[in-house]
């Protein structure tokens, strides 16, 4: 009953920004643990950035100083705001969140479609 959707991928020159947005709809209570993920074709899954409840962060070191993650509990979502974009942050991104909800004990993980962001003159 829970569900994530991504949005704000697409084309952009290096240097150029994207701000990526996820928005977490149904029985929600409390968003916990909030990320963001991508994946390169070939490549392995990887952290981006994740934000906890109480705003902490962390980044992947190959993103720190460029990109920044944010979230709004009052409309259940999470950003990220990309700067400084370069070719290899060519990818897929994933929302990911760990939400408690209403008809359920315990709070489950949570994953969204994806996004493409690709980065090329």
């Known amino acids: 009953q829970v569900q994530l959707v991504e949005s704000g991928g697409g084309l952009v020159q290096p240097g150029g920004s994207l701000r990526l947005s996820c928005a977490a709809s149904?029985?929600?209570?409390?968003?916990?643990?909030m990320g963001w993920y991508r994946q390169a074709p070939g490549q392995e899954r990887e952290l981006v950035a994740g934000?906890?409840?109480?705003?902490?962060?962390n980044y992947a070191d190959s993103v720190k100083g460029r990109f920044t993650i944010s979230r709004d509990d009052a409309k259940n979502t999470v950003y990220l705001q990309m700067n400084s974009l370069k070719p290899e942050d060519t990818a897929v991104y994933y929302c990911?969140?760990?939400?408690?909800?209403?008809?359920?004990?315990?709070?489950?993980?949570?994953w969204g479609q994806g996004t493409q962001v690709t980065v090329s003159s």
């Open positions: 149904g029985s929600i209570f409390r968003l916990n643990t």
């Open positions: 934000i906890t409840r109480g705003d902490g962060t």
């Open positions: 990911n969140a760990e939400i408690q909800s209403y008809v359920q004990y315990r709070p489950r993980d949570y």
